[in-house]
């Protein structure tokens, strides 16, 4: 008898382990002839579920089961032997029609011509095969359908709306100014693609008293709030339709949403001035005396509290307080130099709008408001430079001189005289009232000194403070 090569079969391993020990009678040895159980649930990332079947999009997908078990003693389940096949297309049950392949693993990616064709459905299957050859039974079909192209569009979006000022009819009434539309979102079909969430066209009206159509496109990428600016808001007086519609991802356009009208307020102009800012103060005083600031011969700082625009007013002009002074004075001073015309309420007084030493000045504020309408002034304040120091000794001396034909003198003690006043030489030195004198001495009291002529030195007018002189010689 001649040997053929032709004549060979092929054996798979696995099959020809358990022939062999199949044929082992006797050794002890007894051969696999169980199946493994069958593999788990078949699943995958669904895109949407309708009842036992799961939509996918149209691309490759990934089928995974949990392993099959074989008998305790058994040959073992091979991981790379499971069988997994697939119905045709089916919109009912579906059996094992196709085998994907015979070798598969536990994760399989189906591609190509096993996947079903856009709108269809099919039955995915597993079954495994232990090590002995021995095949399982095969697990629960999984259906899945690929999802058709969507050509379906979304619904329209919910009715616009804003924050109006008031509402007539069906006219939404809103301030001259920006504002901002919101929709509740379109709603795509079960199945479909979704909205895109930056899809929304947002278009307008020309000016109308009647219907407005979609005449002029805004966007077409906009969410579902959108801000209207410049000349897309409806000029003062007069009114628009505004609309919205929705787009899915597969770039199908929904309906409009019905149109929203918004008409702006008229504006008024602006006539009514702020108030006056607060009283003018000043954290530089040294002391006050009376409705006077005294100060060092130094730049000092104005501050007032703002002024305040009527309410729907153009509002106070931060940059807008006018600032001015008067002259060198002894009793009321009005507006007589302007400091800046554009200031805030903190002014910094330098140069010759400071009051030359022993002087006093007058200061005041108003404020502008964003319409040019200026408020009135506020409370002034008095502002006195403090004179430079005098010796009292030659100032007593002057008056000893004859200077004053009558001199009376009473000491008293001082009521305003500090602790440690012997650390804290300082005189005060005021004219009160046609010729009157006095001199404080926070050491020794106080010195009243009257006569008849005003003293021509114009710094005993004012407070000062310097080292103390005895003027009792």
């Known amino acids: 008898m001649s040997w053929h090569p032709t004549s060979i079969v092929r054996i798979h391993p696995g099959l020809a382990l358990g022939l062999l020990l199949a044929a082992l009678p006797g050794t002890g040895i007894y051969a696999d002839s169980t199946p493994p159980s069958a593999a788990g649930p078949t699943t995958t990332d669904c895109a949407g579920t309708t009842g036992n079947t799961c939509r996918v999009a149209d691309a490759d997908f990934v089928l995974t089961v949990t392993p099959a078990v074989d008998e305790p003693g058994g040959s073992g389940v091979r991981a790379d032997g499971y069988q997994i096949c697939r119905s045709g297309d089916t919109t009912g049950w579906g059996g094992c029609e196709a085998t994907i392949t015979f070798d598969g693993e536990t994760t399989w990616t189906v591609t190509g011509s096993h996947r079903p064709a856009p709108g269809q459905r099919r039955a995915y299957y597993f079954r495994a095969r232990d090590n002995a050859g021995n095949w399982g039974r095969w697990n629960q079909p999984r259906y899945i359908q690929t999802l058709a192209p969507d050509s379906t569009p979304p619904s329209q979006p919910g009715p616009a709306t804003t924050v109006c000022d008031s509402i007539s009819g069906n006219t939404c009434w809103v301030p001259d100014a920006d504002f901002e539309l919101v929709v509740t979102p379109a709603v795509d ?221 009473a000491v008293e003690p001082n009521p305003f005289r500090p602790p440690n006043s012997l650390d804290h030489y300082r005189q005060f030195v005021r004219r009160e009232g046609l010729g009157a004198v006095k001199i404080w001495d926070e050491q020794h009291g106080v010195a009243s000194l009257e006569f008849e002529d005003v003293i021509s030195d114009p710094t005993l007018d004012v407070i000062v403070y310097r080292p103390m002189y005895h003027f009792n010689k």
């Open 189 to 409: 079909e079960p199945g479909g693609s979704g909205i895109d969430p930056d899809g929304y066209r947002v278009c307008r009206s020309h000016d109308t008293t009647g219907f407005g159509g979609c005449d002029h496109t805004m966007t077409l990428d906009a969410t579902t709030r959108f801000v209207v600016t410049g000349a897309d808001r409806p000029a003062p007086g007069q009114r628009r339709a505004y609309r919205f519609r929705g787009r899915d991802l597969a770039g199908n356009w929904g309906g409009w949403n019905a149109p929203f009208y918004v008409q702006t307020l008229e504006s008024e102009p602006d006539v009514t001035p702020p108030s006056r800012p607060g009283p003018t103060v000043s954290l530089n005083c040294l002391s006050m005396v009376g409705d006077t600031c005294i100060v060092a011969d130094a730049d000092f700082e104005l501050t007032v509290t703002p002024a305040v625009d009527e309410p729907g007013g153009s509002g106070v002009d931060f940059s807008g307080y006018r600032v001015c002074r008067s002259r060198d004075t002894d009793g009321y001073g009005g507006c007589e130099v302007d400091i800046t015309r554009d200031g805030t309420t903190r002014v910094l007084i330098t140069g010759s709008h400071r009051p030359s030493p022993g002087q006093r000045r007058a200061y005041y504020f108003r404020a502008r408001d964003n319409a040019g309408n200026w408020g009135p002034w506020n409370i002034r304040l008095y502002v006195q430079t403090e004179a430079s120091p005098i010796c009292l000794d030659e100032f007593y001396s002057s008056i000893q001189q004859g200077n004053s034909n009558r001199t009376d003198a």
